[in-house]
């Protein structure tokens, strides 16, 4: 890797770090009207805020109560999506329903819902390009004629670019190209992930033009099983694509003409998204977890721990249910400049959490 980045991180082993956790009936983003709204009335009886941390150290955080919750009448559908922010802090949540992207103050509040017409975003990432903000999308369900596409939109939702399924790389029958994530290269290329399909990674350049794809479905170094979510690894002297490789419950690295250049950090829980602050990586993982890992790949803390096996990764379970500090299927994840993290459980009912950084501890 010619020193560009951890060494001997490659065997890595996410090792259990214990911490408590109390099981109350309570959920963040809850709707007016949901299974989940008995929950906050059971919190404003126990507002005890032990109850409600979750995490180690200087990584302990405590649940903000209500964060998110929406106006009577409007509701999240699923929460199977991504977690982003713009450049004044505003917080961006993708759901699976007609209200599409959802546009929250830092503290809670709703200001407005974007591309509508794309009810099924599965992956939001931002980018700053020649002073203008935009967010690099996947779109899982869109309109009639337009299903499982990229597109690149401004803040308002204002659609600027579109990429469909490239035949030169072999894509003729429907449901061949089921994307899942999309990242913005240094040189401004685009890259994209099929890990609904067949599991290749796809670079494009900056108008769209497909260039090469890379890897393969398969569990062997350079492979992946479910390239779920992509990022720009900017903490090594060279920038580096990071692919969340869920089924084989791994994180790699590939330079950007597409080589394979490690596995980073394994024996994860199905990591799904990543999201970094500094030398700090923070991966949501299906299987009922956050882990924070240092600029070696090492955990360093834990969040949301859930201790019930039955909830993980089950897209079916009742928000109220959930422990207040614990995830079942952590799939959306950003964490903000004041190191505040926002994650989405993979939920039928909608389920968004806002967890605060505790000081001082």
């Not at 290329?189 to 890897?215: E, H, P």
């Amino acid at each position: 890797m010619n020193g560009h980045g951890p060494k001997n991180s490659s065997r890595s082993v996410v090792n259990r770090r214990g911490f408590c956790t109390a099981v109350a009936a309570s959920t963040l983003g809850i709707l007016s009207g949901s299974p989940a709204a008995a929950s906050a009335a059971a919190n404003d009886k126990n507002p005890d805020a032990a109850q409600f941390r979750t995490g180690n150290g200087e990584w302990t955080y405590e649940v903000v109560h209500d964060w998110g919750a929406l106006p009577a009448g409007k509701t999240f559908g699923g929460t199977h999506g991504g977690i982003s922010s713009d450049r004044a802090g505003n917080i961006y949540v993708s759901t699976q329903s007609e209200t599409g992207v959802l546009v929250y103050s830092a503290d809670g509040k709703l200001l407005k819902t974007i591309a509508n017409e794309y009810p099924e975003v599965h992956s939001l990432q931002h980018a700053i390009e020649g002073g203008e903000e935009y967010f690099y999308a996947t779109v899982q369900k869109g309109t009639p004629k337009e299903n499982w596409l990229f597109v690149k939109m401004k803040t308002d939702g204002a659609i600027v670019q579109k990429i469909t399924a490239p035949s030169e790389a072999g894509f003729h029958a429907p449901n061949e190209w089921r994307l899942t994530a999309a990242v913005p290269g240094p040189d401004g290329s685009i890259y994209i992930a099929n890990g609904y399909g067949d599991s290749r990674l796809f670079k494009f350049d900056a108008r769209g033009n497909y260039q090469k794809s890379f890897s393969s479905k398969g569990k062997e170094d350079g492979q992946c099983d479910c390239s779920h979510g992509l990022a720009v690894d900017t903490r090594y002297d060279q920038p580096l694509l990071l692919v969340c490789d869920r089924e084989n419950l791994r994180l790699s690295h590939y330079d950007f003409d597409g080589k394979f250049v490690r596995n980073i950090t394994l024996h994860l829980r199905r990591p799904c998204q990543v999201s970094f602050m500094g030398e700090y990586a923070v991966v949501s993982e299906l299987l009922g977890r956050v882990t924070v890992l240092d600029k070696d790949n090492v955990p360093v803390a834990f969040l949301g721990d859930n201790p019930q096996k039955s909830q993980w990764a089950n897209y079916d379970v009742n928000p109220e249910s959930i422990g207040p500090s614990d995830f079942s299927a952590a799939h959306g994840c950003h964490i903000d400049k004041d190191a505040n993290i926002y994650i989405s459980d993979w939920n039928k009912f909608g389920r968004v959490i806002k967890l605060a950084r505790v000081k001082n501890t």
